[in-house]
């Protein structure tokens, strides 16, 4: 069971999830600081220490479109936030799955804040208002990485399946 | 059986005949690009070597391009020792097409890539950038990656799991009116499907008006695509393609083509007649809020930018020189230039657009993306309003989430500046 700590509506850009200010600050442990660094308090609650792990946060259509900044997910991650949007920009999903961030796909999301929702499988169950929504799978290849912990540990796999 | 364009390239570079849309592939990579987040993914490449015993090596150094270009010369002590630490990688690594620090060979990496000859129709490029989609305008597939993508193309030379987009194809056809441009054309179609109507889908150039368009608009297009989601803007390489490589970049050797088939399958045909468009704005916050030059004509601008992979080019320093010539910049405007690339400054130098602009009262910064992205010049000031030949204005683009940016040619740039308000330069006989 999670709940929700924010609730964000269309095209929530890179900018807005990790201003471009920040952008040479590049390693994943020391990102997580600016997080929505210009969303004053939605970065305070963050910074807070207060958030418990796998709390949630609701997009809309299009979140994370932008820039390619890993940033931007490396942030969200260094908080261990579950994002639940209708659907994502392609660079933003493919690095969330690249880095672990947990991004679920939901069309039909509808959830506030501090509503409590379960996230199975297939579906999204919003406790508080008693409705579930359909969720949409990632692809096998993205599911095998997230299962590999990651890009880079894929990746060196790869690696080193090729240099046999 | 009829493909893409798109289809036809992956299946190249996946050793493959034939590919449906939605297949996921393995293409192998033509060229991988990277700016100062080079920093970013030589991290992540040595995090995969990482208790492998294996000696970390690039797969191919050649294919490999890194630019310096967002925070140029550095503005603190952190980027300059990013930069130092990638120096430092590229001698080991071997790595030549680097673009550093000086004057003769700088510029904005989606400049660069054309303007050398670094990429070809029907590659497959990468970046770690999201406008890696300008190179569609050459007929390569182009799109943008993160940095641990890019690390791993670095070590395995092909991008794992790439799934065959969907096509959208735009059909421009008609003449554009003087000083409507191509820039117009691609506001114009955002503004029509909106920020995701081409979400994880290529967009296809087509038409009279695209054929008979230089490939400096042709990468404008492109460019901005991703503006409406696409994972890739394409024009297919034709004779202007050729002409480009040859003249503009020195390329030598054989430069085939590769183009869709008629009755390949498209998600859908937009058609858009250029003949009838009026400069476009991009309105604050979003890219997609586009409206017609007229409903925002008079709105008060403090901050002129000509500039960027967008619009940064000397088709575009010209236009601006030769609507500003005679006139001054208004009181309470400033005007910032900043050319895409060295040769670029420097042909503006010898054509005497930098004379006419800076007599005018405009700024000239040096090649680099600048205030486009707000970190390292050009900041805007509380309240403020920029009007910017740039492809982003999402809050706190330039520097500042309490200001805000419009979207627009080099043309209506230029005629703002004039008059310090936002300014249809169809109009008023320049
Ligand atoms: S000019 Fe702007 S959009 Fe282009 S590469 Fe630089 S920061 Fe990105």
Same mark, same amino acid.
């Given at each position: ?15 807005? /999830? ?14 997580? %600081? ?26 809309? =259509? ?7 900044? %890993? ?11 579950? /994002? ?12 969330? /799955?690249?880095?672990?961030? =947990?991004?679920?796909?939901? &069309? ?9 929702? %379960? ?15 359909? /969720?949409? &799978? ?5 599911? %095998? ?5 990651? *890009? ?6 790869? *690696? ?5 | ?31 991988? @690009? ?74 904005? !990496? ?25 190179? $569609? ?57 909106? #920020? ?16 008979? @368009? ?35 970049? $020195? ?68 236009? #601006? ?40 009262? #405009?700024?000239? #910064?040096?090649?680099? !993306? $600048?205030? !486009? ?58």
């Amino acid at each position: 069971m999670s709940k929700v700590i924010y609730k964000f509506g269309d095209d929530i850009s890179t900018d807005i /999830i990790y201003p471009g200010r920040f952008m040479a600050t590049v390693l994943p442990s020391e990102t997580p %600081e600016f997080a929505f660094a210009d969303e004053k308090d939605l970065n305070k609650l963050l910074n807070s220490k207060t958030v418990p792990a796998d709390s949630i946060i609701i997009g809309g =259509k299009n979140f994370g479109c932008g820039s390619s900044r %890993e940033q931007a997910c490396s942030t969200l991650k260094g908080h261990e936030l579950i /994002i639940i949007a209708k659907n994502f920009a392609r660079i933003f999903l493919q690095n969330s /799955i690249n880095l672990g961030l =947990k991004t679920v796909i939901c &069309p039909d999301i509808d959830a506030d804040v501090n509503d409590e929702l %379960e996230i199975s499988e297939d579906k999204v169950f919003n406790k508080t208002k008693g409705k579930e929504y359909n /969720i949409i &799978p990632h692809t096998k290849t993205q599911q %095998e990485i997230i299962q590999a912990g990651g *890009l880079i540990p894929y990746s060196r796999k790869r *690696l080193i399946e090729g240099s046999k | 059986m009829k493909q893409t364009i798109v289809q036809k390239i992956l299946a190249r570079a996946s050793g493959k005949s034939f590919v449906n849309i939605g297949d996921i592939v393995e293409p192998k990579v033509d060229l991988a @690009m990277s700016h100062e987040n080079a920093a970013l993914v030589m991290n992540q490449f040595l995090e995969i070597y990482k208790g492998t015993g294996l000696d970390p090596k690039v797969w191919d150094p050649n294919k490999i391009a890194i630019i310096f270009d967002h925070r140029v010369p550095a503005e603190s002590r952190k980027t300059a020792t990013n930069q130092k630490k990638i120096r430092n990688f590229i001698a080991e690594q071997g790595i030549f097409k680097f673009h550093d620090i000086r004057g003769d060979e700088m510029g904005i !990496c989606h400049q660069i890539l054309p303007q050398y000859g670094y990429v070809r129709p029907g590659y497959v490029v990468v970046g770690t950038d999201s406008h890696t989609t300008s190179h $569609g305008a050459l007929g390569a597939f182009s799109f943008g990656i993160g940095a641990t993508e890019m690390a791993s193309v670095w070590t395995l030379g092909v991008m794992l799991n790439v799934p065959v987009p969907p096509t959208i194809k735009v059909v421009v056809n008609g003449a554009l009116k003087k000083y409507v441009q191509p820039k117009d054309i691609i506001l114009y179609l955002i503004g029509k499907i909106t #920020a995701e109507g081409a979400n994880f889908k290529v967009i296809e150039f087509h038409g009279e008006t695209i054929r008979n @368009m230089s490939t400096s608009g042709r990468i404008t297009i492109c460019n901005m695509s991703v503006e409406a989601g696409a994972t890739s803007g394409i024009v297919p390489g034709d004779e202007e393609t050729i002409k480009y490589l040859r003249e503009e970049a $020195g390329v030598t050797e054989d430069i085939p083509l590769v183009n869709s088939d008629d009755e390949a399958e498209f998600d859908k045909i937009i058609e858009i007649d250029a003949s009838s468009l009026v400069p476009q704005i991009a309105c604050p916050h979003t890219v997609d809020n586009v409206k017609q030059v007229g409903d925002v004509e008079g709105t008060k601008i403090d901050q002129i930018v000509i500039g960027s992979c967008t619009n940064g080019r000397l088709d575009d320093l010209e236009t #601006a020189a030769q609507i500003i010539k005679g006139h001054k910049i208004a009181k309470n405007t400033r005007m910032l230039v900043f050319p895409a690339s060295g040769k670029i400054y420097r042909q503006a130098m010898e054509k005497g657009i930098f004379e006419i602009l800076m007599n005018a009262g #405009a700024v000239i #910064a040096n090649p680099g !993306c $600048g205030p !486009c992205l707000g970190v390292h010049q050009g900041a805007l000031g509380d309240g403020e309003k920029a009007l910017s030949t740039t492809n982003r204005n999402f809050k706190g683009r330039m520097g500042n989430p309490d200001a805000e940016v419009y979207l627009c040619s080099a043309a209506v740039a230029a005629a703002s500046a004039i008059t310090g308000v936002i300014t249809d330069p169809t109009k008023g006989g320049y």
